[in-house]
């Protein structure tokens, strides 16, 4: 896909697993990549024609073939970086990227923008789009087709099962600095400084895991709104996103579907059903929720036509993993004049991941927690040629940057926010990843005791 050459497309009869097919394709790639998944298809895209960044001051685009083009960062900075991909793609093609929870504080204060890239875009040089029953491949010319429909073909025949073994992590980490931020995120609450703020901690990966084989191993234990596997731009990711940030279709019709309020899911039906009918009657909940829908109505309400703006379904339970949440979903229709990036910057960071209001939130979360927070609780954007915009919300996850690998969780903070109950909110969380990390293996390929990186992945797969 280079920039502004035409996309071919080939259609095959695809009969294997979308899921573990995708994975296989990721598990065999040195090249960047994304893997996104939405209501049954599987998009796996691969290398980087166009890249466009977004950093503390400056908006840039770069890539294969391209003069490397700077502007300034101005006050939206994610209209600057789709007024240049629109400028050198000329709107053609899909493209992919990522934002940093440090984007926030361009569009809400709070802090600093963070260090280095907050939001990074790609135009892929080749992709496959696979459902149960058809796989698209896009590339620049045919015999790039050719080379993608036999890596099609290779992976279908390796795609297998994670192997069994699982890397144990310790989910008390952190736990008595997390009592003690969360205490003073009540204080400050109390004091009328904010309504509501979601604080968040960490917890070691202690040994190398296979990203390609723990995203199958945890896609197969329940069905999020979203799952994606990424590599590019300095950080890599297995995510089980439970929640959208914003959809908006190439109509205009703006999505976003807040969940907050939570209880372990187990899989004991009646323990589980008691749990259910407790988060609508628990008060904390039910407020915590209530104030997080009335602000992305209001937020929809800036991009939106106001009339147009409803609530569509109001604290529902979405199960995801291990815990069910309340959830709610609004939709509004584009006001004239706004865009689907005005849409985003609007509901972004999510309230669900954010607090109320967003700046003072901002402010408190710097506060409470001791590092950034980088691609947690940002987004993970697919963009269609037909304008559409899907972003889910990046919970859920194994993240890896820097040789290092970890999760995060977090819970929203209220004025009756108990420590000991958010802390044990974080462990049910990270259990919904926790228990699927898969140990990495090495295999000696019996030339000189060399390694090959595709046997080492693989054998993170049983057939």
Sequence with gaps: MSPREPILERELT????????????AANTDAP????????HVTWSEGESVVVEVGRANVSLHGPGSDPVQVPVGPHPLASA?????????GAGPAHGWIAFELAHAYHGGGTSGHGAVARFVVPEREIVLTPTTA????GDPDALDALERRLCDATASAGEPTEARVPVDLEEGADRYRVAVAAVVRAIQAGEFDKAIVSRTVSVPEEISLPATYLAERRSH???????????????AGFSPEIVARIDAEGLVTAQPLAGTRALTGDGDADAARRAELHRDAKEVYEHAVSVRLVQEEMNTVCLPESVRTEEFMGVEERGSVQHLASRLRGRLATGRDRWDALAALFPAVTASGIPKGPALTAIGHAEEDERGLYSGAVVRLEADGTLDAALVLRTVLRR?????????????AHSDPERELEETREKLRAVSGH?????????????????????????VS
């Design 402 to 414: 820097g040789g290092r690998t970890w999760l995060r969780a977090g819970a929203g903070i209220v």
């Design 223 to 237: 069905l999020p709104a979203r799952s994606f596997l990424l590599r590019h731009g300095g950080w890599e990711a």
């Design 33 to 40: 990549h994304l893997l996104y998944e939405h209501d049954g």
């Design 437 to 461: 990390l898969v140990p990495a293996r090495t295999m000696t390929t019996g030339r000189g005791g060399a390694h090959d990186a595709r046997v080492d992945r693989r054998a993170d797969f």
């Design 82 to 90: 789709g007024e240049l991909l629109r400028n050198r793609t000329g």
């Design 14 to 25: 695809f009969t294997g697993d979308p899921v573990a097919v995708a994975a296989a394709l």
């Design 136 to 139: 698209v491949l896009r590339a």
